[in-house]
């Protein structure tokens, strides 16, 4: 009688399974959450703790950089990031992916794969502590500034005042007991370039640049931006 | 009686398909509709209308839905129950805007990835398909448009979590506007609502990690453990009922959301909750025992006990607690009444006092006033 | 045996209900409300208590890009990392996603396989078990969902249960399940015929005329016996929308007990015959062959058929929220009697014409209950007033049986030399009433207002009365004799002891018109009056605190106090200053006190209350002693405190540490004279990533009672009028035979959980538990007075000493889960568990055989729990999932 019982209940069990839409064999699993199928290693950011180079070692490593990033850490043409008065941690993260292959880029790639570890932060460091490029207007009403400001809710775009700070300049920062985002790791983006700005945008949202952490939450946010918002908001990045 | 048992599974098993059958019956296929979409920088409630559903969990497509999902009758009205959420208000925030839950989850992927296994998101999925986002996560985080542009101010959302800006009322207020009454009932003025619980030290809504419940841990008696651990270890004593085995929680006896007697029963009284599984001792008997009517709790710890049958002590000493009459009770019980000892006594071996008074419980014997027949 | 099974109307209730509900399914949220009905809130088993462990594996990504470490509850406990996601598939073209697992394989046990606490609530056998079966399939469109699980460790030790239904507007669930209680391991029953209601003595013994020597030998080649219940349930229940702002909810379960249990059969003292043995005092005394005890086997055959049936409104009706539910519960016992032959002739020296005894088990019941709840908000000072009444009625009518058994005393005999015929009293002709006509009612007002004045104060006021009013009225009067009272322990006690203790009293009867007797039920009936005031007080950002004031009033009925009045003083602290921690504090005094202290209150159930009742020269012989207090009535003094501390350590750990104590002091010297508990616990989480766990705990308690009694001086009674004396420290009660017992145990626990993923693929769950438990029984007395006057000239001090030996019960269990997968689809499960424990409890010292369960008349049937034992299991399961 047990027996019956339980074939029983089996057998509404299938009921309800059929009283659904027909089953089909399906042998395409969807990947679980987090797997990849890119050779480089996902880095995890998370844990990251702000860099502690030394900036005048690095300073006495940065002959070569000066060629693109200039001599001050402002770039010689638009197309390479200024990296004066970046978040070191920031940049070192960037240089150790460009080593580890998280991020690619036909030059740096070359370029970070003979630096120690020691050497990138030290590099990193001392870029962090030039002084960053001038500010330029201080406008609020341009659709990029309203993308950077506030973001659309409609669209579901969040603003990126958020973590980037209200003046780009980089994060805001308070302590508490709770986990908290590596904050130290969010670049400041006040100054860049528009060419810049645009490239690593569409890299965020083609998922060029998603094997990290932190490139994970970009990728998201950027495939809410579309073509015209990636140009407003570096118009507007640009011009500060 | 085996063909009585037989029908009755008969009966049962018809019973169980025409439940299936009925629900069934109320299933209803979805209608697909193109999406529309509207720029603006504030969100209006009538943007939020028309807004996609926050997650799709990569199927690629918003849907929108015009049929009910229960009956035809009620096609005009919101599509799923979970329409009428409303926004709750934020007191640290009051002037925060809703942004959607697509823009919470552009920085918060992962965590929408989570959340869309677990119940509650997943019923707001279902019932925002048809009028907005806002209920996925602000329906119960409040309005996000402080927290978006500033994440690190307190309070900008409604937190959960520790250390949250939000009060414990506040919090408890989101969730109760839900889920008012039932369990809840006696929620106001129960000791884990005085003592200034929230919901979310016991359950957790953005995760599945357990079977049922949206617990916090992976199991109703590990929730509790969390503060009365020294109760769940009683369980690991000589005698007690199946809960580390798994096959009982805490809450066959308990409601943690508050009732009207003191150790947060589900029923009136303790032996109501007991009689609940042990429908025999409910009686009643012809000759009861006063104690057993009284409360179950006189002679037995339900946590567990070192002694036979969750007894508080052993017998006889815990009869002799009472029983000082006259002739055999009151007698001084030693070492020597053991089996091996040198003079084994029958009010001491094995069951000792039930030996002879088995049905202590109350006995429909006519001559079972002293409980031996 | 033809009952009338209600199952059948309550299959015919609900689904009416469901049928009606379900196509007006609505608007309006819908909720369920587990925790509002009792049981089966569980399903899970040894193999994992969780039942949600195949789907417990943590995602390595964790719960936030934006963050590591996991956040922690408002307390300050950590969440768990979040499970990972299982593969779900599409189903047709539609909107539905399915997923399934099964895990089967071959569980295998050793070493001490038939220890009673490794089989307990386990039932492990070697054979083929279902480790999970789990599916579910979501339609992300509709919110329709079904849910199964299941697993199933042996046909005693299951569980199945369905769960259906659309997301806010109804859920169905169904379940089956066994759950075993393995309660002896090493019962050797004398008799045949266990699991009936009639016990037969082997070949060899002859029932009222067997040596202690024949017994024996028979006893010792009994075959060695499980003795088990199972309960099997089953349940179908449906909660949904019944139209705007109303939820309906209604169920049925259905549970079938099963299987066999220890029970009695008393034949009279046999303690009473022992007699000094041949080398005098301090030796071993001589077992008497007189009496008799006889460890019986009853069967167990129960149905319970709950139905449960309401609806409730989320404040739609004016602002009244609203609960009605009616629940009824049908307790049907299939085997309702029990009969067993005894071995043994309670007399000694000749052959008892009482040849064995009767048992009427217990009687099938009904219960019936309404309940209306309506809670609605007040204008003044936010305030919320809460209205809860309840109505209650439980009775059965079962059939009496005759006072004594025809089989056991036949028709044309006569009780040794009292006269009194077996044919007055083997007939239900012999009662005063064929049926039981026993009926309880129960009800209840709880009223309730809640108001926050201020922000940060809130109070209450709670008014709770409850009554029980037994209207159970039975007289033992037997018409054919025309005599009050009953024949003690199936009529040995009077073919013993003669008609001075028949337990008759007939009114102009020479022998038996002084007899003192209880000749009607006691109908103790309780009511309780209850008001509380309480509030709490928030101080500052980080602390509150609150004060709750109970009167408790009991006004119990034919009880030792007619009112009792029960104050409770309790203050709680809650507090965040302590840095990250959180501390909950609680202090609690009560004070009981109340009337005067009735130590008989029973006399108009006793047979000096008949007329015609002549008083002894003697007078009544003292029916205790009028300074004892029972614990549920007797003034008490208590104190009780807690805190529990729940401290953050970094990220990634939480620290919670415990404290409680109690103290109970009793008014009384006679009865429990206190009690007091003191305990402490830590338990450390660690989560250092989303791959490791690390839970460990360590609990330490300590308890104690102490009771005093005092032997009375058996050698006044019937002997001297000194034998009414009730006095503690009378000639009756002398302080010399004072004596006092106390129990004093303790307790630990430590235990330790791992678990780790090693990659992807490999899942390592490592747990150790270690319980300690030791009691001491201890006793003091004033004399030798104390003891059973019998052992007096076999016991001395020096025997007798001052405790048993210690009770103990350790267990030590290793239990290791290792989970490989194969491929995706494919996984293995290694399931290992190892236990060790000791155990050693005075009651079955010296059983050690099945030979040692035959000493003296009497003859037992359990040898107890195993005193060592090991045992382990394995289990190898293979995997298949989506």
Redesign the interface.
């Known amino acids: 009688m047990t027996t019956l019982k339980i074939l029983g209940l089996i057998a509404l069990a299938m009921a309800s399974v059929a009283w659904m839409p027909a089953l089909h064999a399906a042998t395409d699993i969807p990947a679980a959450a987090g797997t990849t199928a890119k050779p480089a290693p996902f880095l995890d950011v998370r844990r990251q703790s702000p860099n502690d180079g030394n900036a005048h070692d690095g300073a006495g490593k940065a002959t070569v950089c000066a060629a693109c990033h200039g001599p001050k850490g402002v770039a010689v043409a638009p197309n390479f990031p200024n990296l004066a008065g970046q978040s070191a941690t920031y940049l070192y993260l960037q240089l150790k992916q460009f080593k580890g292959g998280q991020r690619g880029d036909p030059v740096m790639s070359g370029q970070a794969a003979n630096l120690s570890d020691t050497n990138m932060r030290d590099l990193a460091s001392y870029y962090a502590s030039l002084p960053p490029k001038t500010p330029g207007s201080d406008e609020t009403q341009s659709a990029g500034a309203q993308l950077f400001l506030s973001g659309d809710p409609a669209r579901g775009i969040p603003p990126c005042q958020g973590c980037h700070g209200s003046d780009a300049t980089g994060p805001r920062y308070e302590a508490s007991g709770k986990p908290q985002p590596p904050w130290a790791t969010f670049p400041r983006l006040r100054g860049q370039s528009l060419v810049y700005v645009t490239k690593a945008l569409n890299d965020f949202r083609s998922g060029a640049r998603s094997d990290s952490s932190n490139a994970r939450i970009m990728q998201s946010i950027a495939g809410t931006l579309s073509d015209d918002d990636i140009q407003h908001l570096s118009t507007y990045l640009s011009s500060r | 009686m085996r063909t009585l048992r037989e029908s009755l599974a008969v009966v049962w098993r018809r019973l169980l398909i025409m439940v299936a059958l009925l629900a069934m019956g109320s299933s209803a296929f979805a209608q697909q509709a193109p999406l529309t979409s509207e720029d603006g920088a504030k969100l209006t409630q009538s943007d939020i209308d028309r807004m996609l559903p926050p997650t799709d969990m990569g199927a690629g497509r918003h849907a929108d839905r015009s049929a009910s999902a229960s009956s035809a009758s009620m096609s005009t009205g919101p599509a799923t129950p979970f329409d009428a959420a409303r926004i709750p208000a934020n007191p640290a925030a009051p002037n925060a805007q809703p942004v959607g839950a697509k823009t919470c989850n552009a920085c918060h992927a992962l965590e929408d990835l989570h959340a869309s296994h677990a119940m509650h998101v997943q019923s707001f999925q279902m019932g925002t398909s048809n009028t907005g986002p806002q209920a996925a996560c602000e329906a119960c985080h409040g309005p996000g448009s402080d927290h978006a542009k500033n994440p690190t101010a307190k309070g900008s959302i409604i937190a959960f979590t520790h250390g949250s800006a939000s009060t414990p009322e506040t919090q408890a207020t989101v969730c109760l506007g839900c889920h008012a009454g039932g369990a809840r009932q006696h929620w106001l003025g129960s000791v884990h609502e005085a003592r200034g619980l929230s919901c979310t030290d016991c359950h957790n809504p953005m995760v599945r990690n357990s079977a049922e419940g949206a617990l916090a841990k992976s199991s109703i008696n590990q929730v509790c453990a969390t503060c009365h651990q020294d109760v769940l270890v009683k369980f690991n004593r000589r005698s007690h009922m199946p809960l580390p085995e798994g096959q009982m929680a805490c809450t066959d006896c308990h409601n943690p959301h508050g009732s009207i007697t003191r150790p947060l029963l589900k029923t009136d009284t303790v032996n109501e909750t007991c009689y609940t599984c042990h429908a025999e001792k409910r009686g009643p008997f012809i000759f009861e025992h006063a104690p057993v009517r009284e409360n179950c709790l006189n002679c037995h710890d339900p946590h567990g006990s070192n002694q036979q049958t969750l007894l508080v002590l052993p017998m006889p000493m815990l009869c002799q607690q009472c029983h000082t009459m006259s002739g055999h009770p009151n007698d001084l019980q030693t070492r020597q009444s053991m089996r091996n000892g040198l003079t084994p006594d029958e009010r001491l071996m094995g069951r000792s006092c039930v030996t002879c008074h088995t049905n202590i419980h109350g006995s429909n014997s006519p001559s079972g006033s002293m409980f031996h027949q | 045996?033809?009952k009338q099974?209600p199952?059948?109307t309550g299959?015919v209730w609900?689904?009416t209900a469901?049928?009606v509900a379900?196509?007006?399914?609505?608007?309006?949220?819908?909720?369920?409300?587990?925790?509002?009905?009792?049981?089966?809130?569980?399903?899970?088993?040894?193999l994992?208590?969780?039942?949600?462990?195949s789907?417990?594996t943590p995602?390595?990504?964790?719960?936030?890009?934006?963050?590591?470490?996991?956040?922690?509850?408002?307390?300050?406990?950590l969440?768990?990392y979040?499970?990972?996601?299982?593969?779900?598939?599409?189903?047709?073209?539609?909107?539905?996603?399915?997923h399934w697992l099964l895990q089967f394989g071959y569980i295998h046990t050793s070493g001490d396989r038939n220890a009673e606490?490794f089989q307990?609530?386990?039932a492990w056998k070697d054979a083929g078990a279902l480790g999970a079966f789990d599916?579910s399939?979501?339609?992300?469109?509709?919110?329709?969902y079904?849910e199964?699980?299941?697993s199933r460790i042996d046909?005693d030790n299951?569980y199945?249960r369905?769960?259906?239904?659309?997301?806010?507007?109804?859920r169905?669930e169904?379940?089956?399940r066994?759950?075993p209680?393995v309660l002896s391991t090493d019962a050797y029953p004398l008799w045949n015929g266990v699991g009936s209601t009639s016990l037969t003595l082997p070949p060899g013994l002859t029932p009222g005329a067997s040596s202690q020597a024949q017994v024996a030998a028979v006893e010792a080649d009994r075959p060695r016996r499980t003795l088990q219940v199972t309960r099997?349930s089953?349940g179908?229940s449906?909660e949904g929308?019944l139209g705007k702002d109303w939820?309906g909810y209604a169920g049925?379960t259905?549970e079938?007990r099963h299987g066999e249990r220890?029970?009695?059969?008393?034949m009279f003292?046999?303690?009473y015959y022992?007699a000094p043995?041949p080398g005098g005092i301090?030796?071993?005394?001589i077992?008497g062959t007189g009496g008799g005890?006889n460890?019986t086997v009853r069967p167990v055959d129960?149905t319970?058929t709950?139905i449960n049936i309401g609806m409730?409104?989320?404040?739609g009706a004016a602002g009244w929220?609203?609960?009605f539910n009616m629940s009824a519960?049908f307790?049907r016992?299939?085997k309702?009697s029990l009969s067993f032959s005894a071995p043994f002739s309670p007399v000694p020296g000749s052959a008892s014409v009482i040849t064995g005894?009767?048992?009427?088990l217990?009687?099938d019941?009904n219960?019936y209950n309404v309940r209306l709840?309506g809670?609605h908000p007040l204008s003044l000072w936010r305030g919320?007033f809460?209205a809860?009444a309840?109505y209650?009625s439980?009775?059965?009518n079962?059939a009496?049986?005759?006072?004594?058994d025809p089989a056991f005393c036949p028709t044309g005999q006569f009780i040794g030399t009292t006269g009194i015929a077996c044919a007055n009293w083997n007939t239900t002709a012999?009662?005063s009433q064929q049926s039981?006509d026993?009926?309880?009612d129960?009800g209840?007002v709880?009223l309730?207002a809640?108001f926050r004045p201020l922000t940060d104060l809130?109070a209450?006021v709670?008014f709770?009365w409850?009554g029980?009013n037994?209207m159970?009225r039975?007289t033992?009067y037997n018409p054919l004799t025309g005599q009050y009272g009953?024949?003690?322990?199936?009529g040995t006690q009077t073919l013993v002891v003669g008609n001075l203790e028949a337990g008759l009293f007939q009114a102009g009867n020479p022998l038996y018109q002084s007899y003192f007797t209880?000749f009607a039920?006691?109908?103790?009936s309780?009511n309780d009056r209850q008001a509380e005031l309480?509030g709490?007080y928030q101080v500052n950002n980080h602390n509150?605190l609150?004060l709750t004031y109970t009167f408790d009033r009991q006004t119990?009925q034919?009880?030792e106090r007619t009112y009792l009045n029960d104050q409770h003083l309790k203050l709680?602290w809650?507090s965040q200053a302590l840095g990250?921690s959180t501390l909950?504090f609680s202090y609690e005094y009560e004070k009981r006190t109340g009337g005067p202290y009735n130590y008989f209150p029973y006399m108009p159930w006793y047979s000096p209350s008949l007329p015609g009742y002549v008083q002894s020269e003697l007078g009544i012989?003292?029916?205790?002693?009028s300074q004892?207090y029972?614990?549920?009535m007797s003034d008490l003094e208590a104190s009780k405190l807690k805190a529990?501390i729940?401290t953050?350590l970094g990220?990634t750990a939480t620290l919670?540490t415990?404290f409680?104590g109690n103290r109970n002091r009793y008014g009384a010297d006679?009865?429990?004279q206190s009690a007091s508990t003191t305990?402490a616990?830590v338990?450390f989480d660690w989560t250092p990533s989303a791959s490791t766990t690390f839970n460990s705990?360590l609990?330490m308690?300590s308890s104690r009672?102490k009771?005093g009694?005092?032997?009375?001086n058996?050698s006044l009674?019937d002997q001297s009028p000194e034998?009414a004396n009730t006095q503690f420290g009378g000639p009756?009660y002398p302080y010399a035979n004072f004596?006092t017992?106390t129990?004093t145990?303790k307790?630990a626990?430590v235990g330790a959980t791992i678990s780790h993923v090693f990659t992807p693929r490999v899942k390592l769950d490592v747990g150790y538990?270690y319980?300690y438990?030791r009691?001491v029984?201890g006793?003091d007395?004033a004399s030798m007075g104390?003891?059973?006057p019998g052992?007096l000239a076999?016991?001395t001090t020096a025997?007798?000493?001052n405790?048993?030996?210690a009770?103990i019960?350790r267990?030590q269990t290793l239990t290791a889960n290792l989970n490989l997968a194969l491929t995706?689809?494919v996984g293995l499960r290694l399931y290992g568990q190892y236990g060790y424990g000791r155990?050693a409890?005075?009651?079955?010292?010296?059983?050690d055989a099945p030979g040692?369960l035959v000493?003296?008349n009497?003859v037992?049937t359990?040898l107890?729990p195993q005193t060592r034992w090991h045992a382990a299991v394995l289990g190898a399961f293979v995997t298949l999932k989506?």
Not at chain 3, 34 to 42: A, F, L, S, W
Not at chain 3, 521 to 524: K, R
Request: one cysteine or more; glycine letters at 8%; a negative charge.
């Open positions: 045996m033809p099974h199952l059948a299959l609900c689904v469901s049928a379900l196509p007006c399914v609505s608007s309006a949220q819908f909720d369920t409300s587990d925790t509002q009905r009792v049981g089966n809130t569980q399903f899970g088993n040894n994992d208590p969780t039942g949600w462990s789907f417990q995602d390595p990504m964790g719960m936030s890009y934006l963050h590591p470490d996991q956040l922690r509850t408002p307390t300050g406990s969440y768990p979040p499970s990972q996601a299982p593969a779900e598939a599409p189903m047709g073209q539609g909107d539905w996603t399915y606490f307990q609530y386990a599916f399939a979501l339609n992300r469109k509709t919110g329709q079904v199964f699980r299941g046909e299951q199945y369905l769960r259906m239904g659309t997301y806010g507007s109804y169905v169904a379940f089956f066994d759950i209680h099997e089953e179908v449906w929308m939820i049925v259905n079938n220890d029970w009695g059969g008393s003292f046999s303690y022992t043995g301090g030796t071993p005394g077992q005890q460890e129960f319970t709950d409730r409104n989320k404040a929220r609203f609960n519960s307790f016992d299939h309702d005894g009767t048992w009427s217990e009687p019941n219960y709840e809670s919320e809460s809860t309840s209650g439980m009775r059965q079962d009496l049986q005759s006072p004594l012999a009662l039981a026993a009926r309880i129960t209840l709880n309730r809640s809130t209450y709670n709770r409850r029980e037994n159970t039975y033992m009953f024949l003690h322990e199936n209880q039920n006691i109908p103790y309780y309480g709490t509150s609150g119990p034919q009880r709680t809650d990250q909950r012989l003292a029916y205790t002693v004892m029972k614990y549920d529990i729940t953050p990220n919670t415990t409680y006679i009865g429990r305990g616990d338990s705990y609990s308690e009672i009771q009694n005092v032997a009375d058996e009674m034998q009756m004596w017992a129990d145990e307790d626990n538990d319980t438990s009691g029984n006793y007395y104390a003891i059973t052992y076999i016991l025997s007798i000493g405790s048993f030996p009770n019960y267990l995706q689809r155990y409890d005075w009651h079955y010292t010296g059983f040692d000493i003296g009497r037992y359990d107890g989506l």
